[in-house]
């Protein structure tokens, strides 16, 4: 059975603060992991898909990693607006669903 | 494109009482899926189709659950009867054959008193 496990649940940075979320997996053969932001009251929004360890894509200040056993999503300098929860997932030969982590909450005070 | 289209985006309903939410995917998407998210268990899968028919549905919850979908435009998830545990934000998402991510619409919030 797959699974995933997203840490830390939460998390509050500074303006400007740098961190990294991390995002843990066991799955059956990879076949993608994915990157969602979900804002209050909407539904998931893509962000990132990776396929195999050693990828990295970044979009603005957002950068996501990959390793056989984890991912990370690195946030350089993160503003307000980038406040959100952050879900990972992934798809196995299993079939094409997604399995979600827990997610983490990120808020970034001014 | 308007994306995936949920509707209702609130429903509050009495114990009991039978629940439809509806889905339009995104035109050209080939699969379908509907997910329940709660603060507990995060998002679960439900129920999958590929052109129109149901591949997985070993994420029902209960004989209480049904879905459908009678075309590649529309879908439909039934709850009957439902229970206060049923209370939860349903999301349907939709991705192309040959495409990877798939796209969420807005989500349904379901209220059972």
């Known amino acids: 059975e797959d699974q995933v496990t997203q840490s830390p649940e939460a998390l509050r940075l500074q303006e400007g603060e740098s961190s990294s979320l991390n995002c843990s997996y066991t799955?059956?053969?990879?076949?993608?992991l994915f990157w969602y932001r979900q804002d209050p009251g909407k539904g998931p929004e893509f962000l990132f898909t990776l396929y195999s360890a050693g990828e990295e894509k970044e979009k603005e200040r957002l950068k996501a990693t990959l390793t056989k056993k984890e991912s990370f999503l690195h946030i350089t300098a993160p503003k307000p607006e980038d406040s959100a929860t952050y879900l990972c997932a992934v798809r196995s030969n299993a079939g094409n669903m997604l399995t979600f982590g827990g997610g983490t909450r990120l808020m970034v005070k001014p | 494109d308007a994306g995936v289209i949920q509707s209702p985006r609130h429903e509050v309903t009495e114990m009991g009482q039978e629940v439809t939410l509806r889905c339009k995917p995104i035109?050209?998407?080939?699969?379908l899926f509907w997910y329940r998210q709660t603060m507990m268990r995060g998002l679960e899968l439900l129920i999958y189709?590929?052109?129109?028919?149901?591949?997985?549905d070993s994420g029902m919850p209960e004989d209480r659950f049904s879905a459908k979908m009678p075309n590649a435009s529309f879908s439909t998830l039934k709850i009957q009867p439902s229970e206060p545990r049923d209370s939860a934000v349903y999301f349907c998402?939709?991705?192309?054959?040959?495409?990877?991510?798939?796209?969420f619409g807005q989500g349904t919030r379901l209220t059972v008193v």
């Open positions: 799955v059956s053969g990879l076949r993608g």
């Open positions: 189709f590929n052109n129109n028919v149901p591949i997985d």
């Open positions: 035109s050209g998407h080939d699969y």
């Open positions: 998402a939709s991705k192309t054959r040959a495409g990877t991510e798939a796209f």
